[in-house]
């Protein structure tokens, strides 16, 4: 079973938390938005989530 981190655009506002908080660097900032550009890398922490004040990331289980 792995991880699929998922984040809505819409919804981020680029304050750069998930790539400070991620144990493995899963994401880059683009254009002033987050991307998981290392998805296959996710441990399933929820760090991310919990730090996103803005609601922007889900966790799949895949
Ligand atoms: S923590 Fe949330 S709002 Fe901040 S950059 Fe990451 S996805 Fe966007
Ligand atoms: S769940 Fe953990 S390992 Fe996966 S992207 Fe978020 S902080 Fe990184």
């Not at 991620?22 to 890398?41: I, L, Q, R, T, W």
Request: proline share 5%; hydrophobic share 30%; with cysteine.
């Amino acid at each position: 079973m792995g991880f699929n981190p998922i984040v809505d655009e819409d919804k981020c506002q680029g304050c750069e938390q998930c790539v400070d908080v991620c144990p493995v660097e899963v994401y880059e900032m683009v254009d002033g938005k987050s991307h998981p550009v290392n998805a296959e890398e996710c441990l399933g922490c929820e760090s991310c989530v919990e730090v996103c004040e803005a609601g922007a990331i889900t966790i799949e289980e895949t």
